[in-house]
């Protein structure tokens, strides 16, 4: 351990003792409270130096220490006198505490790969904590795997977000594997008999295949993509359609596979948090509002169907497909790969939208009547924000999956073993999402450790103002987004961080009360947002390629045609919305002037594709 406690005494067990951070940083306070039972004559000494001396009681702060060399402190507990308990905790440069998320975003960058730079960010952090010593070094190792990771996944609350979100995929499994899914695609496209009601179909299926951004970009790009080339729609116009109708779709619905992922991350963030009592699922909730790219983006796709305009690269690739019947510039990768055919239903099975639309329905339902009856108060939003949201959460994805697997066993859809094997090939498209959430749990709980928050506060709360404090998260995660190509890596990377720093913040100007919440809410929002503007704009994004795997989209066109899309939604969700939003104006009135604005520079751009002569 980084505090090693020397026992003195037999009556070790019933004698008063400190509550400790596990490191300290140069030149950062900390305050230092008694624990142990009932009053006693206490000395503190550190380094030698007393800094307490009198009669303390249980939960009182004796000190506030503040080291000022690298190195070690030297701390002792004595009474009346006699040392009760002595402590040796490591003491490193401030700056240090920094080091686990700027080593992941930084990585993240060069190597183009999230988890193995979430994990160098874990040990660089165990190291820290081990005192930056060459043992410490060797030790923190050991520390990511057996401390840190192990610490999370042993967490039950944490246990049970991975239980939901495996389920949920297990769910996904069958329902795609026994044509529901493709049911619900197949009752849509009825109506698709021209480009623009194509388009819309597309648009409207992505809302509806609302709980997962992985099975709504696999299942509706592969199973419109037909449909789209019979109707001459570039394959660049059906990726972007399917790209931006998955991650804004996911992000603020309310129950989804996200929900789970950031619901963790909240309840993390705030866990070591004074003075902010809401529940992680209710603060979830109220940040949905604040959400404004995702909102933007949905208003831009359904503002590019009914307009039939386009402009930049984008109206190029549909020129090109109305008037040479060439759905792509060359020809796109072929299709096959075992992600889409896990995604497929099998050969010979009815397509029945009702095997998709029951297990779906049953997700929800479980999930609203399940806060309502594990919740308490005499409010809504009271008895929401008391439930048990993991409980209920593993409640809903286990019925919907017994649910999935009920309605293919009565019509005799798949075997057994073949439902088994639906179920576990869609939680396996969990995996990767819950190593990252793993990591992010721990690299959380480093940054707590090492008072990364209280780091930051210390030199940017005086002049940071609280107000502009979720434009800057935006661009930050903005930023990271770009740089990882994952929306849960920024979220995982970031979240630890902004939560207690934008609390802290708020603490030090004197506005942390509910006038102010709005703030808060901003910047969780935030995090998440510009995330998910950034997997729209990078080109490692992991949607993004699924989006070009299903769509069949050379994968540089489809982010070179949607990325102009999405920078003019994003800079006015930033400029717009979150700047004076943050400012105390209200969220509703500047979403409705940036969609209205959103609209009219659109219009102003593009030019009718329509107009264009193309095949019939």
């Not at 021209?194 to 819309?200: D, I, K, T, V």
């Not at 984008?314 to 040479?324: H, L, P, Q």
């Not at 919740?375 to 999935?404: C, H, K, P, R």
């Not at 808060?520 to 935030?526: F, G, Q, T, V």
Request: with cysteine.
């Amino acid at each position: 351990m980084a505090v090693i406690c020397l026992a003195v005494g037999a009556v070790r067990a019933a004698s008063p003792s400190l509550e400790l951070p596990p490191v300290f940083l140069t030149d950062l306070a900390v305050a230092i409270p008694v624990t142990g039972p009932g009053e006693a004559p206490l000395t503190l000494l550190v380094n030698g130096e007393p800094v307490f001396a009198g009669v303390a009681v249980e939960g009182q702060v004796l000190a506030e220490v503040q080291p000022s060399r690298y190195g070690q402190a030297d701390i002792e507990l004595r009474q009346q006198g006699a040392l009760i308990r002595q402590w040796q905790v490591p003491v490193i440069p401030a700056w240090a505490s920094l080091l686990p998320p700027l080593l992941a975003i930084t990585l993240a960058f060069m190597l183009r790969a999230v988890i193995p730079a979430l994990f160098a960010g874990i040990v660089v952090g165990a190291w820290a904590v081990n005192g930056l010593t060459v043992y410490g070094g060797f030790r923190a190792v050991f520390d990511a795997m057996a401390v840190y990771l192990l610490d999370s996944l042993a967490d039950p609350d944490h246990a049970a977000i991975l239980i939901f979100t495996m389920t949920i995929g297990g769910m996904v499994g069958i329902v795609s594997r026994n044509g529901g899914m493709q049911g619900i695609v197949n009752r849509s496209l009825q109506v698709a008999t021209s480009p623009r009601r194509g388009q819309a179909v597309i648009a409207f299926l992505g809302l509806t295949i609302f709980f997962d951004d992985y099975s709504n970009t696999l299942i509706v790009g592969n199973a419109t993509r037909p449909m789209s080339d019979h109707l001459k729609i570039s394959r660049e116009k059906l990726a972007y359609l399917v790209d931006s109708t998955a991650a804004p779709v996911a992000s603020v619905a309310v129950i989804t596979t996200w929900v789970g992922f950031q619901v963790g991350l909240i309840a993390e963030s705030i866990a070591d948090i004074e003075g902010l009592d809401q529940g992680a699922y209710a603060m979830f909730l109220h940040s949905i509002p604040y959400s404004f790219y995702p909102f933007l983006a949905l208003v831009l796709v359904f503002t590019v169907v009914i307009s039939r305009r386009d402009f930049g690269a984008m109206y190029r690739a549909e020129v090109r497909t109305r008037s040479t019947g060439q759905v792509s510039r060359h020809q796109a990768p072929g299709q096959g790969s075992s992600e889409i055919e896990a995604m497929s239903e099998k050969a010979g099975v009815p397509c029945r939208a009702i095997n998709g639309v029951v297990p779906i329905v049953t997700l929800v339902a479980t999930v609203i009547v399940g806060l309502y009856i594990d919740g308490e108060g005499d409010s809504l939003q009271d008895i929401v924000g008391s439930a048990n949201s993991y409980t209920v959460l593993i409640w809903a994805s286990l019925l919907s999956s017994l649910v999935a697997a009920a309605l293919t066993f009565s019509q005799r859809l798949l075997s057994l073993e073949e439902t088994v094997d639906a179920w576990i090939m869609g939680a396996k498209f969990m995996v990767t999402g819950l190593i990252v959430l793993l990591m992010a749990w721990a690299i959380a709980d480093v940054s707590s450790n090492l008072q990364t928050a209280n780091y930051l506060i210390s030199v940017l709360g005086d002049g940071l103002s609280p107000y502009f404090l979720p434009t800057a998260v935006f661009m930050l995660a903005a930023v990271t987004g770009f740089a990882t190509g994952s929306s849960w890596a920024v979220m995982g990377i970031l979240m630890p961080l902004v939560i207690p720093l934008c609390w802290a913040v708020m603490q030090a100007n004197g506005i942390a009360d509910a006038a102010h919440m709005h703030i808060l809410y901003s910047c969780l929002a935030c995090v998440l947002t510009g995330a998910v503007w950034s997997d729209h704009c990078s080109p490692i994004s992991d949607t993004t390629v699924l989006s070009s795997l299903a769509t069949g989209c050379d994968h540089m066109d489809h982010v070179t045609t949607q990325l102009p899309y999405a920078m003019l939604s994003g800079a006015l969700a930033l400029v717009v919305c979150t700047l004076p939003v943050g400012y105390g104006l209200p969220w509703w009135l500047m979403l409705g002037v940036a969609a209205a604005l959103l609209v009219g520079i659109y219009v102003f751009l593009s030019r009718p594709v329509e107009a264009v002569p193309h095949l019939g």
